[in-house]
């Protein structure tokens, strides 16, 4: 079992930058891919960005690619999303989540609040 907790989230202005940590107990991050999702008021729960076991594989959705960068630390068992450049349309709950197949995520994380005011 994995347990997932986000931390990280916050009120920001146009423009400003977050970095959201994805912490894991109870076992190792190393066997399992990585991905962040979000999920705005009202909408679909949408994948944001995945990073592959070693870390040398990363994947974005187009609305984010440029401004947010994914990245792992092996050391400190822990999943980082680093959002530059935020968008009011960036305003959502953040969910990281993790998959040791191919076909869907096992674990997720409770959530974390990000709000990009105007």
């Known amino acids: 079992q994995v347990q997932l907790v986000e931390s990280g989230g916050g009120l920001v202005q146009t423009g400003g930058s977050l970095r959201l940590s994805c912490a894991a107990s109870g076992r190792t991050l190393s066997g399992y891919t990585m991905g962040w999702f979000r999920q705005a008021p009202g909408k679909e729960r949408e994948f944001v960005a995945g990073?592959?076991?070693?870390?040398?594989?990363?994947d974005y959705a187009d609305s984010v690619k440029g401004r947010f960068t994914i990245f792992r630390d092996k050391i400190w068992n822990t999943v980082y999303l680093q959002m530059d450049s935020l968008k009011p349309e960036d305003t959502a709950v953040y969910y990281c989540a993790a998959r040791s197949s191919p076909f869907k995520y096992d674990y997720w994380g409770q959530g974390t609040q990000v709000t990009v005011s105007s």
């Open positions: 990073i592959n076991r070693s870390g040398g594989s990363t």
